[in-house]
């Protein structure tokens, strides 16, 4: 390993730790806060009215359970609207949408194709509600989940919530590890709600409030990613985006994994492109810690896991040629040593295991706040062992797409 | 609004930090704890032949059936094997591996003199493998003698294997090259006194081995 080499791996190592910490450092200064809100989570002093955008396209299978989970919600049904906008599916979503059409509070909306952006933008024209949410069509809430929400929006500093996202039903192995990164992305989201820097406000049930858009303007197309833009220009605003870690939603996850390979690159390279239409916000101390911290941690942790990612799979590549030439010339030996000798002890190893820890941990501080133990603890035995190994692949095609400026289509 | 705390990034720099040094620290600890097993056997293996060659002495008078090469240090296999593994990890310029890897040449040609004496004594053939390499990337077929080698010390397990790395810096490893006339040209294996250059398949060094020499019993 040459110098810079090695140099650069522990400065990613080092920087990668830090934010760990960081999202460890604010669980312990915000615990007490967090269990606060959980008691309190359901005293609503008062019910404002919300409309629900649910956008949808090409969503036939799913579209009914999605308006019937909004239908059982446990909100005043007089302050509740569900507007279904259906962006010109090709399918049978339209046929699926009109048996709703005479449901209290339903109203139904078609248009030509333009796009979720323009769909949420075309609901939002026929708004008058205090809050607006949006929710994907492959989405379902809880009873609560909008209850529990809506008790953020007392303070009236905060301008936006975000749910608590869970895997629907997850079985396969693939739905599985995406369960267990599920799991810390809701740790993550409730630390980063407690720090005003959530980067993103998911099409999965996030709650505005209607002057959100009336300041600041309707969704943008945002390179196909107008949930994680919309965050970016509420924080360059100074709107404060908060979590309701106990508002639970669950969305179908991509089974194979090419519909998941592109989910993540549309994902991943929206945040690439968007950080750099933003990119004023980064180490400016004017956007806190969205800009100081977040910002950078997220870029880095796409580089940073290109880069290890890429120094082991040379390593992992050098290692099966050595045992590929040795079985060639000798064939194949046990060489296995139970000597305790032969344990690598090297520092990358000790603090790989510490970044390891660390995770596991926030996965399970997650399960906790999701109440999800669902075939736990496979979940993230599959995610350390397949999922963090598949990650590189839109990675590096998101890396590669910004840096020759290529658009990623949405499907 | 504003929720830059300064004080919080700096506390999670010196907990980071300090989480790091630990890390560095505990590789430093183990790795010393490894060089200092090595050092170990390496002193364990002197008193061996020390033992051997004084057992050796005290049985020149009686009969060849007391001496054996089970009297040689058994512990010469493993250790080659720790200290390569070290100078991989800890690298092989690294002063300590250098003074261990030197020792370790030493004890190695004692013990191929000890095995040469018996096997003059008793008139026996010497079963032992004098394999010469070079890491400094200028031998590309020493990693393939290498594994031939290792699997031959694995399945013959009275055959001696002493490997010399050709461009250590011991007057006692040039004086046993120079006997030899070794060139350049590695690797080189010497057996029965003769010298082979080039890379040689595991076949072409068993056809080189005493017929009798016993396989490693598998046991389960």
Redesign the interface.
């Given at each position: 390993m040459s110098s810079i080499t090695a140099a650069l791996v522990y400065i990613i190592v080092f920087a990668s730790l830090y934010v760990e910490v960081f999202l460890l450092a604010t669980f312990f200064e915000k615990r007490k806060t967090i269990k606060r809100e959980e008691s309190e989570i359901l005293s609503l002093s008062g019910y404002p009215s919300v409309t629900i955008i649910v956008p949808c396209f090409n969503e036939e299978k799913t579209l009914a359970k999605t308006i019937d989970s909004l239908l059982s919600l446990d909100y005043p049904k007089d302050k509740l609207n569900i507007t279904i906008v259906d962006d010109g599916s090709t399918d049978g979503t339209w046929k699926e949408a009109k048996k709703f059409e005479n449901k209290n509070g339903v109203r139904l909306f078609r248009k030509e194709n333009g796009g979720k952006h323009t769909a949420l933008n075309y609901a939002l024209a026929h708004i008058n509600t205090d809050l607006v949410g949006c929710l994907d069509a492959d989405s379902f809430v809880e009873k609560d989940t909008l209850t529990k929400i809506v008790k953020y929006f007392e303070d009236n500093e905060v301008m936006a919530v975000t749910p608590a996202i869970k895997i629907y039903n997850p079985k396969r192995a693939i739905e599985l590890m995406q369960n267990a990164e599920y799991n810390l992305g809701i740790f993550f989201k409730k630390m980063l709600g407690m720090i005003d820097a959530i980067q993103v406000t998911p099409g999965p049930f996030s709650v505005f409030r209607k002057k959100v858009f009336d300041n600041l303007g309707p969704y943008r197309k945002a390179h196909n990613t107008e949930d994680l833009e919309l965050a970016f220009r509420m924080h360059e605003s100074h709107y404060k985006i908060v979590n309701s870690h106990k508002a639970f939603v669950t969305t179908v996850a991509p089974n194979t994994i090419k519909s998941l390979y592109k989910q993540r690159l549309r994902w991943v390279h929206g945040f690439l492109e968007n950080s750099i239409d933003y990119k004023h916000l980064f180490f400016n101390q004017k956007y806190g810690n969205f800009g100081m911290f977040m910002l950078p941690a997220a870029v880095l942790s796409v580089l940073s896991a290109l880069y290890i990612v890429g120094y082991a799979a040379v390593n992992m590549i050098n290692y099966v040629a050595q045992k590929i030439l040795e079985i060639k010339i000798v064939g194949i030996e046990n060489s296995f040593s139970m000597d305790l000798f032969f344990i690598n002890t090297g520092t990358l190893a000790f603090l790989s295991i510490i970044l390891a820890t660390i995770s596991v941990f926030m996965i399970i501080a997650g399960k906790h706040i999701a109440e999800d133990f669902r075939r736990f603890p496979l979940d993230i035995i599959y995610f350390f062992l397949i999922y963090v190994f598949i990650v590189p692949a839109w990675l590096f095609m998101a890396t590669y797409n910004t840096v020759l400026s290529k658009r990623t289509p949405w499907r | 609004?504003?929720?830059?705390d300064k004080k919080?990034?700096l506390?999670?720099?010196a907990?980071?930090s300090l989480?790091?040094f630990t890390?560095?620290f505990?590789?430093n600890y183990?790795?010393e704890k490894?060089l200092a097993?090595v050092r170990t056997i390496e002193n364990k293996i002197a008193i061996d032949i020390l033992s051997s060659e004084t057992q050796y002495a005290l049985l020149q008078e009686s009969s060849c059936h007391d001496v054996s090469s089970s009297i040689l240090s058994q512990e010469l296999n493993?250790l080659e094997?720790?200290l390569s593994?070290a100078e991989e990890?800890f690298g092989n310029r690294n002063e300590e591996v250098i003074s261990l890897k030197r020792y370790y040449s030493l004890l190695e040609i004692k013990d191929f003199l000890l095995s040469k004496r018996i096997a003059e004594k008793c008139g026996l053939r010497p079963i032992s493998v004098i394999y010469i390499y070079s890491n400094n990337g200028d031998c590309p077929d020493c990693?393939?003698e290498g594994?031939?080698l290792?699997?031959l010390r694995?399945t013959y397990p009275e055959l001696r294997v002493y490997s010399f790395d050709y461009h250590l810096d011991l007057s006692a490893v040039k004086t046993l090259f120079s006997l030899y006339d070794i060139k350049e040209e590695l690797p080189a294996i010497i057996i029965n006194g003769k010298v082979y250059y080039g890379f040689k398949?595991?076949e072409a060094l068993e056809s080189l081995l005493p017929k009798k020499l016993k396989k490693k019993v598998e046991t389960s």
């Open positions: - | 609004m504003n929720n830059f919080k990034y506390y999670v720099l907990i980071t989480i790091f890390a560095i505990l590789s183990f790795s490894k097993e493993s094997k720790k593994y990890n990693e393939k594994y031939v290792t699997y694995e398949e595991k």
